[in-house]
Nanobody, 124 residues
Framework: QVRLIESGGGSVQPGGSLRLSCAAS????????GAWFRQTPGKEREFVAA????????DYGNSVKGRFTISRDDAKKTMYIQMDNLKPEDTAVYHC?????????????????WGQGTQVTVSS
């Protein structure tokens, strides 16, 4: 059974940093593009960042450009997102996702596998 498991969430003050991890099991992770999305109650799921196979192409949502960095380690079947200069509006449940595609996507419907999510809270 394919599983994506996020970790690294928590509470941090504004301006702080967190690194989230997404570990894949029962999945040839190198065949998949990866992405992070986030969601808060009452709002639509928001695209955060995506990375293609082998990490060749990366894409970011406008609200996180210059602050977040996505990466992947296919040997460890793990994807990461480094989040710096966090703001209260970054507070959300962060989900990782995997898509069997050669390209990259911001569209949640393109992703076949999803993690359960990890909570990130940015507050003073």
């Amino acid at each position: 059974q394919v599983r994506l498991i996020e970790s690294g969430g928590g509470s941090v003050q504004p301006g702080g940093s967190l690194r989230l991890s997404c570990a894949a099991s029962d999945l040839t992770f190198s065949w998949y593009a990866g992405a992070w999305f986030r969601q808060t109650p009452g709002k639509e799921r928001e695209f955060v960042a995506a990375v293609s196979r082998r990490g060749v192409i990366k894409d970011y949502g406008n609200s996180v450009k210059g602050r977040f960095t996505i990466s992947r380690d296919d040997a460890k079947k793990t994807m990461y997102i480094q989040m710096d200069n966090l703001k209260p509006e970054d507070t959300a449940v962060y989900h990782c996702a995997a898509a069997h595609t050669t390209g990259i996507s911001q569209n949640a419907d393109d992703f076949q596998y999803w993690g359960q999510g990890t909570q990130v809270t940015v507050s003073s």
